[in-house]
């Protein structure tokens, strides 16, 4: 976001705001339902700073670069097949350098066996289809032999 961060009090006061999904002194992350209610709200013809005041949040606190690219990026979001869904859960990058609260740590590990269930589930398959291909394989093998 540039050079502006967020003040300690500044993130303390933005994580109160049910409209928030995570907030650190570099960004913030809003939920489904704010990025729903924003565009919805933009599209009947509001500034997003009065759409922000009537969610709850200080838009001088958010700061111009910041609220412009809330409209950009929920427009652009909308669009998407996934819609608001934050597509970064459960894709790989640079590990997390900070503490994680128990919340994040469980829904982490959630969807890391939720990943290896899959993997699993996949491995099995592919296990029986082979045997599959091989039994058939050697039932062919022996009826040409017999004939």
Do not use: C, H
Request: aromatic share 8%.
């Amino acid at each position: 976001m540039g050079k502006y961060y967020f003040t300690p009090e500044q993130v303390e006061q933005l994580r109160q705001n049910k409209y928030v999904k995570k907030v650190s002194e570099k960004s913030i992350t809003y939920t489904e339902e704010f990025k729903e209610v924003f565009l919805l709200e933009y599209n009947t013809g509001k500034l997003p700073s009065q759409i922000l005041i009537e969610m709850g949040f200080d838009y001088k606190v958010l700061g111009k670069s910041r609220v412009d690219n809330i409209v950009q990026s929920t427009k652009k979001q909308s669009l998407r097949p996934e819609g608001f869904k934050d597509t970064r859960i459960g894709n790989s990058g640079r590990p997390a350098t900070r503490n994680l609260s128990q919340e994040e740590i469980i829904a982490k590990q959630k969807a890391e066996i939720e990943l290896l269930k899959a993997k699993v589930e996949f491995l099995s398959d592919l296990k029986r289809l082979e045997r599959e291909a091989m039994w058939e394989a050697s039932k062919s093998k022996k009826k040409k032999s017999s004939k």
